[in-house]
T-cell receptor, first 118, second 116 residues
Framework: AQKVTQAQTEISVVEKEDVTLDCVYE???????LFWYKQPPSGELVFLIR??????QNEISGRYSWNFQKSTSSFNFTITASQVVDSAVYFC???????????????FGKGTKLSVKP | DTEVTQTPKHLVMGMTNKKSLKCEQH?????MYWYKQKAKKPPELMFV???????INESVPSRFSPECPNSSLLNLHLHALQPEDSALYLC???????????????FGDGTRLSIL
């Protein structure tokens, strides 16, 4: 069965600190996709990144970076030099490949609430 | 600004009222979704429309009735709701029809619904 675990419920850091949000997933499929979404207090879920199971290259986008390791079934997210605007709930999600049925639906983790204090 | 627009942003209704939530996207996406999100929880999938046809209904009570008038619009009709239905209702869309797991979903701001 598919499952996404975000063990950190809440994290609080001071501005300019680096912070890593952990995500561990379970799936029996060989082809799958992993996502990170940001949900600020306004409510909208903002798509941050998609990674497919065949691409283990780490990715960097500005202050954001992602570390995908199939060997440990993890897809961790690091924010470098955090800012107050990074305060939000961050969701990791898994989607399996396939056609029809429930394949393609997002399986969300429970989310990690990040608070960045000035 | 989000490319998925939801109205209204806030809605307060009594248990006997009938109201509708609206969602619109102009990205040419072929799949549209309704999610329900309770406080401090992840979104829960309710319905999926793929090419304007209802593809997935996650055993949602009949007091929630979805409608997809065209490829850009998605409605959620509400009737005789219960207090436990108070939540944030999120609409999302993705480029291809349902089942394409590689498609990111793009979400609206949501409607905060309170049932008195």
């Amino acid at each position: 069965a598919q499952k996404v675990t975000q063990a950190q419920t809440e994290i609080s850091v001071v501005e300019k600190e680096d912070v890593t949000l952990d995500c561990v997933y379970e799936t029996r499929d060989t082809t799958y996709y992993l996502f990170w979404y940001k949900q600020p207090p306004s409510g909208e879920l903002v798509f941050l990144i998609r990674r497919n199971s065949f691409d283990e290259q780490n990715e960097i986008s500005g202050r954001y970076s992602w570390n995908f390791q199939k060997s440990t079934s993890s897809f961790n997210f690091t924010i470098t030099a955090s800012q107050v605007v990074d305060s939000a709930v961050y969701f990791c999600a898994l989607s399996e490949a396939g056609y029809g049925g429930s394949q393609g639906n997002l399986i969300f983790g429970k989310g990690t609430k990040l608070s960045v204090k000035p | 600004d989000t490319e998925v627009t939801q109205t209204p942003k806030h809605l307060v209704m009594g248990m006997t009222n009938k109201k509708s939530l609206k969602c619109e996207q102009h990205m040419g996406h072929r799949a549209m979704y309704w999610y329900k999100q309770k406080a401090k929880k992840p979104p829960e999938l309710m319905f999926v429309y793929s090419y304007e046809k209802l593809s997935i209904n996650e055993s949602v009570p009949s007091r929630f009735s979805p409608e997809c008038p065209n490829s850009s619009l998605l409605n959620l009709h509400l009737h005789a709701l219960q207090p436990e239905d108070s939540a944030l209702y999120l609409c999302a869309s993705s480029q291809e029809g349902v089942g394409y797991g590689n498609q990111p979903q793009h979400f609206g701001d949501g409607t905060r619904l309170s049932i008195l």
